[in-house]
């Protein structure tokens, strides 16, 4: 039988399905895509080409300690405690009003293993050097610390509990009933210790105290809790004087007049201990448009709403 000789350039490729049955045919395709596809990705544990091959998502939530409207800022600083493993970084997070989720713009990746994870959330930039964090007066700083088992799963939830890492002042005060109807107390300041220097060791979760006291005035923050007014600033020592400033206007007045109108009342207190941090202590005064009297002082721990014990100052 003679075989005519076809004209024209022959595609191999068609050559080949001509000469082949459809099941060899479709082998042969299924083998050369996996072929390219292992060349180019993770199969082979390429790690210059997929460096997290072998990793597993880490993501973080607030189990309990803050409840915060505003947006926070965060970092959290993991180390492996395996000996085989060296694993060590820090990652930046940010946290939106309300949430209870730490977000980042890359996910975390990690080995399986345990780590240790390091937690510390603010509402201003996070000053990070040399593992000390910089802590000031007006900022609410918080942290958590926790060794956490990473699996091969597809997330790894990691709950952190916060705990206070400066200290919080609380001034109470208590309007005299003859007086609720025409005025409110309008604002409470205090002399504020120095913060220019104090540091928070993340290894240790301790920082240096404040040892003096300075002539300007911070602000105090109303809080959710009725007649009382929060001031967030690093530990100081004891044997110093503080200084309160109380504004009082009167109700149903316009904002214009406020200045106008305004009744301004000082008090001073030696404190003979130190404020401590990660605690939480109350001032507590009677108030009247004529004068302040001082009552007493209460501590706690910051996340006990129960008062634990009074204080003497004077």
Known sequence: MEIKKQS?????LNFICHKMNKTAFTTLLTFTVISLLSANSCIKENYSICPDYGKYRITFCQRSGI?????????????????????????????????????QEKPLRLYPGDYNFKAFLTKGAIQFNNNMVKIKNRELHVMADTIERVSKRGENRVLLTFVLSNSLIEVKCNLDPKYKNLYQVYDVEMSAPDDRDIFLDTESGCCNYSQSITEFYDYFLYSEISDIFEYYCVPFLGGCYLNFRFRLCPLNVDEDSVSEQTIILQSRLFLNMEISQGRAYRFTFDVTPYEINYLSTSVRDWFDNDCIEEIPLL
Do not use: H
Request: glycine residues 8%; hydrophobic residues 35%; proline residues 5%.
């Open 8 to 12: 024209g350039n022959i595609c191999p």
């Open 67 to 103: 409840e915060q409207k505003a947006a926070m800022n965060a970092i959290v600083i993991y180390n492996s405690v395996d000996r085989e493993s060296s694993s060590n970084g820090v990652w930046r997070f940010t946290r939106a009003p309300g949430d209870s989720m730490l977000n």
